[in-house]
Structures are given as C-alpha cells and as structure tokens.
C-alpha cells in the first residue's frame, strides 16, 4: 500500500510535504513513514490520503484491503530479532514476506528441488542443511507461517511447474522423499493450488532457474505484481512492470510445455508408490 501511495504521488507530482497539506496533516513525516512501511496504514489514513490523490471512489475498497491485512497481521514480526542493527539487515527479507503474505496469487517455476512452501519438515531441514542459506535458523522458524498462507478461508492461490528432476531428485533419502511425494500429491489436491510436471520430453524451458510472480490484491488497481528470483543469498525482487510481465510470460510458456495437473498428479503418486529400492 505504501508503494502504491508513493506511485500516486509521484504521477501526480506532489512531495510529500505537498500531498500532507492535501490531506490536512501537519509535516510530511506521516506520509514519509507511510509509503516506507514505518506505520501501517488504517482506515482513517485511508480516508485522508486518496481523496487528496484524486481517488476518492476507491475509498470503501483500499478501508476494507487494510482491515483485511489488519486482521492478517505481520505475523512474521514476532520471529525477528529485536536488535535494530539485526532488523536492518533482514530489511529484504522482510519485503519479501510482506509481498507474499500480501499476494492473491502466486505462479512458480522451480527445477531443482520441491519448493519450500510445499515442503515437508524432514525435506525443509535436509535442504536447509545442504544449501546453507543466510539466517537458516530464521529461516526454518518462518516456514510454518509462509505455508499457512496457502490455508483457511482466503487462501493464496499457488500455481506450481515443477521439472521432473526436481520431483524425483532423492532428497533426504528414499523415506524422507516419499512422504514428500505424498504431501505433494495431497497439496496439489486442495482447490488452490495447482502443481504440474515439467517432463524432460519438453526441452529446455524459457527460464535457466527458479522464479515466482506475486500478483497483487484486485484493490491495488494498476499494481503490476513483483518476480523473485531465489538465489543462495536470498531472494531477488524485480518491481519494475516490464520485468514482472517478462517473468509472467516465461511461466506460462513453461507452463504449456508441462504436463496437465491431472497427469501429473497421477505421476506424483505413482512416484510416492514406487518399492524403496526402485526410487531414484
């Protein structure tokens, strides 16, 4: 909400200090702290800043997206050091979690491994242990948390393609894989996410690694969503329109070389199924 606020701004050329008088506030320190995510936003701010940017129409829709992310609250907070220093350095991280607790929708690609919001706790804690990211301990704190996104009553829509090799690829050992497998093929059967096989018929995809496309709350009209690359450091975020579009393209050409989500399920069990001694 902020960036959007701020992107309002600036279209219509107002400073800070310019859109703060509009609004009727004393000082440009509440808008600055706004846009930068210093405070959160609620309904009264709401009420004063869009009237004053010409969108007073949208009043009713931007109150209701705010007491919704109210009532979803950063839940991430809590899990973060309280070390000022510390909290600086997470400054990326914590954009990251923002955007996907915030996504309606998010399409990945993933060719190594399967992705963490799917994970199993033994295949997350052998992944963990192999790729040894900054902040592991954070990181292993923070998934159950970023995977409940994909429950309750407003779920996050996750569409998934997946290469094979990253389904097969013997994380963990053979039990550890299996019950990844079975989880996999049980997450692909809630009507909110999707999880389609990449099989090595297809051919090199469009892409030389993992991606994901965040798309933005309906509310945010114009918003064109954020790509994260993730990289052994971290994840990379791309905001620019042009870069999310060409990442949203890159997925759907994949996904059409991928095999349909009913085949693919199929597949998953079948893999999940295999004796011990045969699953590569």
């Known amino acids: 909400m902020g960036e959007h606020i701020s992107t309002l701004r600036e279209e219509r050329g107002y400073t800070r200090e310019q859109l703060a008088e509009r609004a009727g506030w004393s000082g440009k320190s509440l808008v600055g702290h706004l846009e930068a995510a210093v405070r959160q936003f609620n309904p009264d701010h709401v009420a004063a800043l ?16 705010v007491t919704d992310a109210a009532g979803k ?22 954009l990251f979690l923002s955007y996907e607790s915030s996504a309606t929708r998010i399409r990945l690609y993933e060719p190594y491994a399967v992705p963490d919001l799917l994970q199993t706790p033994a295949y997350a804690e052998h992944v963990l242990r192999v790729t040894r990211p900054p902040h592991a301990e954070l990181r292993r704190a923070l998934l159950p948390g970023r ?15 997946l290469d094979e090799t990253a389904v097969r690829r013997r994380v963990g050992g053979k039990p550890v894989l299996r019950a990844q497998l ?20 297809a051919g090199l995809p469009s892409a030389e690694g993992n991606f994901s496309v965040l798309d933005m709350p309906a509310e945010l ?24 579009a060409d990442f949203g393209a890159r997925w759907e050409r994949i996904a059409a070389q991928a095999l349909p989500a009913e085949r693919s399920a199929e597949l998953i069990t079948g893999w999940a199924g295999e004796p011990q001694g045969d699953a590569r």
Not at 52 to 63: D, F, I, K, N, S
Request: charged content about 30%; overall charge positive.
């Open 182 to 201: 079975r989880h996999l093929a049980a997450r692909a059967a809630q009507g909110n996410v999707t999880v389609r096989v990449l099989p090595p018929a």
């Open 221 to 244: 009209d114009g918003h064109p969503g954020v790509a994260y690359v993730r990289t052994p450091r971290g994840w990379v975020c791309h905001e620019r329109a042009d870069e999310v």
């Open 50 to 65: 869009l009237p004053a940017l010409g969108r007073a129409e949208h009043v009713a829709r931007y109150q209701k997206l």
């Open 73 to 94: 609250g950063e839940w991430w907070r809590g899990l973060l050091p309280r070390d000022k220093a510390e909290r600086r350095k997470l400054r990326e991280l914590e």
């Open 147 to 161: 995977q409940a996104l994909l429950c309750g009553a407003e779920p996050t829509e996750l569409h998934v393609v």
